[in-house]
């Protein structure tokens, strides 16, 4: 289940946040302090909205919400409704549920819609669905006369059913296209601000966002996406360069030169899962 709550941060029930907070702070001060500024509004484009519901675009408030309406009732949900094993993982309004049973994730969806409803939230009808995922789902559908396995995006990520080199089955992690192309987006018009900048200055901030970028991104099964936003980068920096004399000697030899200077090298920097969760203690 791929879910995501509809105007989750403008919908949020006051009222309930300040149950729930007063649930673990006996400090009437800082409860009266939270209550001000949650009344004190939203100053947009200089005009200041004043609304009973919302935490003021609070993730910390956001997840304190959610925690109560959400995370203890979906544990509890898995230990007393689930007939399979099922996987919950929640960011802010993003969530995403993995069952064993279609059955379960049926029931789970229905009754969620009702717990979200008693605190004053919907779930967002287009961006919503249940999905097919998995293991076993290319053979499934196949042997239906469906296609391959629908993916979901999740944190800036495209999951995608795949395979390993020994034909195993793997979860693929890919950049989401939309993400990278407004990201692309945005290098471009400030590297216009910065076309008359020093080559160096202009190496050293491009190597800033570069190794940002791939800081988050550059995970297992994604190698070819950060291949193609650093070739982007580069080609971009190119066109600067060019632009801004009439002597075109920011060749693709040229930049190159310069990409290798200062850009990093695509390479995976976080483990395998496999690896990253095996953690144990030193006792």
Same mark, same amino acid.
């Given at each position: 289940?791929?879910?995501?709550?509809?105007?989750?941060?403008?919908?949020?029930?006051?009222?309930?946040?300040?149950?729930?907070?007063?649930?673990?702070?006996?400090?009437?001060?800082?409860?009266?302090?939270?209550?001000?500024?949650?009344?004190?509004?939203?100053?947009?484009?200089?005009?200041?909205?004043?609304?009973?519901?919302?935490?003021?675009?609070?993730?910390?408030?956001?997840?304190?919400?959610?925690?109560?309406?959400?995370?203890?009732?979906?544990?509890?949900?898995?230990?007393?409704?689930?007939?399979?094993?099922?996987?919950?993982?929640?960011?802010?309004?993003?969530?995403?549920?993995?069952?064993?049973?279609?059955?379960?994730?049926?029931?789970?969806?229905?009754?969620?819609?009702?717990?979200?409803?008693?605190?004053?939230?919907?779930?967002? %009808?287009?961006?919503? @669905?249940?999905?097919?995922?998995? !293991?076993?789902?290319?053979? =499934?559908?196949? +042997? #239906?006369? &469906?296609?391959?396995?629908?993916?979901?995006?999740?944190?800036?990520?495209?999951?995608?059913?795949?395979?390993?080199?020994?034909?195993?089955?793997?979860?693929?992690?890919?950049?989401?296209?939309?993400?990278?192309?407004?990201?692309?987006?945005?290098?471009?018009?400030?590297?216009?601000?910065?076309?008359?900048?020093?080559?160096?200055?202009?190496?050293?901030?491009?190597?800033?966002?570069?190794?940002?970028?791939?800081?988050?991104?550059?995970? %297992?099964?994604?190698? @070819?996406?950060?291949?193609?936003? !650093?070739?982007?980068?580069? =080609?971009?920096? +190119? #066109?600067? &360069?060019?632009?801004?004399?009439?002597?075109?000697?920011?060749?693709?030899?040229?930049?190159?030169?310069?990409?290798?200077?200062?850009?990093?090298?695509?390479?995976?920097?976080?483990?395998?899962?496999?690896?990253?969760?095996?953690?144990?203690?030193?006792?």
């Amino acid at each position: 289940m791929d879910a995501d709550i509809q105007n989750f941060f403008g919908s949020v029930s006051q009222d309930w946040l300040v149950r729930f907070l007063e649930h673990r702070i006996g400090d009437k001060r800082i409860i009266r302090l939270i209550r001000k500024w949650l009344k004190a509004g939203i100053l947009e484009d200089g005009i200041v909205t004043v609304d009973d519901r919302g935490t003021g675009f609070s993730p910390l408030l956001a997840n304190i919400y959610l925690h109560y309406v959400f995370d203890l009732w979906a544990e509890r949900w898995r230990q007393r409704g689930a007939t399979g094993d099922m996987i919950i993982v929640r960011y802010a309004d993003d969530v995403i549920v993995g069952f064993e049973h279609e059955d379960d994730v049926r029931r789970f969806l229905d009754a969620m819609r009702v717990r979200l409803e008693e605190f004053a939230l919907s779930l967002h %009808p287009d961006k919503t @669905r249940l999905i097919e995922f998995g !293991r076993f789902a290319a053979v =499934d559908r196949k +042997r #239906r006369g &469906l296609g391959k396995p629908e993916t979901f995006a999740f944190l800036g990520f495209t999951f995608i059913c795949g395979k390993s080199r020994k034909g195993r089955f793997q979860v693929r992690w890919k950049t989401r296209g939309d993400r990278m192309r407004a990201k692309l987006k945005d290098i471009k018009v400030e590297l216009r601000r910065r076309m008359h900048w020093p080559i160096p200055k202009q190496g050293k901030w491009l190597e800033q966002l570069v190794k940002g970028h791939f800081g988050y991104f550059a995970v %297992p099964t994604n190698i @070819r996406a950060l291949t193609a936003f !650093r070739y982007r980068v580069i =080609d971009l920096w +190119r #066109r600067s &360069l060019r632009r801004r004399s009439q002597k075109d000697d920011a060749t693709w030899e040229r930049i190159a030169e310069l990409a290798n200077d200062y850009l990093p090298k695509r390479c995976n920097l976080h483990p395998w899962p496999s690896v990253r969760f095996a953690v144990s203690h030193p006792r």
